[in-house]
């Protein structure tokens, strides 16, 4: 292979190459930014929001210190919390769960799907107890779960449909982005999500100003009409001004890096063709922004310690399903068994926009050797 990166090897994630295609405009919002002292709300922070809310195709949203508080914030306005249940799929990173615990509330983990691996309605509705108050959906690696079986199961049983799209910016299920379909949408801007702040950040996108307004009210130290008028027992969790600005520019460039991440994965696909490998399932009706690439390995840690020689970083994503974590797993028996062999064979390959396809085709064919070496294919 010519490249550079193939003397070096191939990261992860190059955050630096998407950074420097954008440099002077970062450099302008931080400057504008401080100019104005506008650090905890204001200009900066309005137009995210409001570019945020139009680009999910909803009418309100509030920016918030991170994903995890996105959906913490979201439960607790919504006065879920001390004897609910709420129904989190196994597979998932750990913030879904937390943030479920912290609102006094108790994760209830079901499978999924083991095609998608993604939650799956059928199971969600066996799930369904006199204490379920809602669904989180998690749109994990980029891609959506049935929203329109899972919107009929909480219309069913009168459960609220959070999603979980802090991996699915932009992505859509039937023509609609990911935030559009529940009662609200929550988003990070962890800086390897697809949409990345240079910090943390997260945000709520919902149609509802009641509930937009009290998940405001709760980031804000539960303030009401004026800054001393405090009504709730809130916290402090706002995005700020510097991260709203950043935002903002690498809004501009979301669409545009989502189509290189679906020419990566296009480049996996037709180069898997000679491989033998489980891939994860896309949904037809789903439009995917592909986060990450997982494929299914046996012999994991082998596979990923031979392509770490060969200069090929990989990712786990995640290696402990949220049930088997010492901090969940209290009272819960279950086995959940698709989750769990995931857990067990799930590897993401490098994934990012600036991946070319002779990468890909370097990545897969160092893939190729080493599981015809160590036996890994599924
Ligand atoms: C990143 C992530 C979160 C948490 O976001 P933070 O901003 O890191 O708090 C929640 N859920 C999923 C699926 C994530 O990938």
Known sequence: MTTARAATGIPFLDLAAMHAELQADLRARFDAVVDASAFIGGEHVEEFESAWATYCGRRHCVGVANGTDAILLTLRALGIGRGDEVIVPANTFVATAEAVTLSGAVPRFVDVDARTLLVDA??????????????????????????????????????????????????????VRAGGHGVAGCFSFYPGKNLGALGDGGAVVTDDPVLSAKIRALGNHGRGSSHFDHRLVGTNSRLDGLQAAFLSTKLDRLDVWNDERRRVHAAYVNAFDEVDLLMVAVDERVRAVHHLEVVRVRNRAAVRARLTDAGVATGIHYPVP?????????????????????????????????????????????????LDDVGGSG
């Open 122 to 175: 059928g199971t969600v509705s066996a799930a369904v107890t006199p204490q379920t108050a809602a669904i989180v959906a998690v749109h994990l690696y980029g891609a959506l779960p049935d929203m329109h079986a899972l919107a009929d199961v909480a219309r069913r049983y009168g459960l609220a449909l959070i999603e979980d799209a802090a991996q699915a910016h932009g992505a859509e299920f039937d023509g």
């Open 322 to 370: 949220c049930n088997r974590h010492d901090a969940f797993a209290q009272g819960h028996v279950e086995a959940l068994p698709v989750a769990e062999r995931a857990a067990d064979e799930v590897l993401s390959l490098p994934m990012y926009p600036h991946l070319s396809d002779a990468e890909v085709a370097h990545v897969v064919d160092r893939l190729s050797a080493v």
